[in-house]
């Protein structure tokens, strides 16, 4: 072998050890649930980071928190395998099932109404979510109008009042609704099921 071979080889493998995943991740981890097993383990392991001391601080940092809260977190690791873990306010999606009192959202958000929330909902989750790092520098209004984005995303109708007897209806004739939807889908996937197999 040629000695600019050979040299273009120890460089090639110089440049192929030296893979850098980058120093930032996101992801959403369930509040004081963090463990090092799937999926959250070969995430921080990827990054260099002690998994155990990891688990140990935001289990620690979500103790108040309702156990399973589903939490967005960003980390940015620093050379020295030392981190910085910054965790939001739960998305707005789950407060907005929360207030809606609803499991899941529409299938078709366009078309139909999974559920329905008052304004005063709408200006309470904004209020929360303006604690986010991201959302901090933004007035309230615009948090709002934000909030009312991911409800019509999800199926969730803002009215200006909600009226508790009317509503309650409304809720046991999407429950039949969501049953049947949940039922075709089992018969859609039993059905490529037995296709494929």
Request: aromatic content about 6%; some cysteine.
């Amino acid at each position: 072998m040629s000695k600019v071979a050979k040299k273009l080889k120890t460089v090639a493998k110089k440049v192929t050890e030296k893979i850098n995943h980058g120093n930032k991740l996101s992801t959403y981890i369930p509040s004081g649930m963090a463990v090092a097993g799937p999926p959250l383990g070969p995430q921080l392991g990827q990054k260099n980071i002690n998994i155990a001391a990891f688990c140990k601080e935001f289990n620690e940092k979500t103790k108040d928190y309702k156990e399973g809260l589903p939490l967005p977190c960003r980390v940015t690791v620093n050379p020295d395998r030392t981190f910085k873990l910054t965790i939001h306010q739960p998305p707005t999606s789950y407060f907005l099932k929360q207030a809606a009192g609803i499991q899941r959202g529409s299938m078709k958000a366009y078309q139909e109404t999974s559920g329905m929330v008052s304004l005063k909902h709408v200006y309470e989750i904004a209020k929360i979510k303006q604690q986010d790092p991201p959302l901090q520098l933004l007035p309230l209004e615009i948090i709002c109008k934000l909030v009312i984005r991911s409800a019509h995303t999800i199926g969730i109708k803002v009215v200006p009042n909600l009226d508790p007897v009317e509503y309650g209806k409304f809720l046991q004739e999407r429950k039949a609704i969501n049953e049947q939807q949940l039922q075709e889908l089992k018969d859609k996937k039993a059905a490529k099921l037995l296709r494929t197999g």
